[in-house]
Structure formats: structure tokens, C-alpha cells
């Protein structure tokens, strides 16, 4: 997705009710590459699926 385009798409997502939750062990570097972008906020974290499934 153009970055541009990522605040409409949060909140049209929003805006259904839905959450977007990224699973799994990520590394720091991709971690870090969301603080950077300042769209970490926008997600869940989860450190697993099935816990990803209950958020």
C-alpha cells in the first residue's frame, strides 16, 4: 500500500470494527521499522496465532 494511503485505510478499517493484528516473533529490525513509520499504533501485537486470535 503507497503510505499515503495508510491513514484512510486505518480508518476505514476502523470504522468496520475490525483489528489487524501481526503475529508472531518478529525481529527488532521490523519491529523498529513500524516505530519508524509511526504505524505500530495502528496494529496489535501478538506474540503467537492463538493469541493473536483472541484480541
Not at 508472531?24 to 513500524?34: E, K, N, S, W, Y
Amino acid at each position: 500500500m503507497e503510505a499515503s494511503r495508510f491513514p484512510a485505510a486505518q480508518r476505514a478499517r476502523t470504522a468496520a470494527g475490525t483489528v489487524l493484528v501481526l503475529a508472531g516473533p518478529l525481529r527488532t529490525a521490523v519491529r523498529r521499522l513500524f516505530e519508524v513509520t509511526n504505524t505500530g499504533p495502528a496494529f496489535r501485537w501478538a506474540d503467537t496465532v492463538q493469541q493473536a486470535m483472541t484480541l
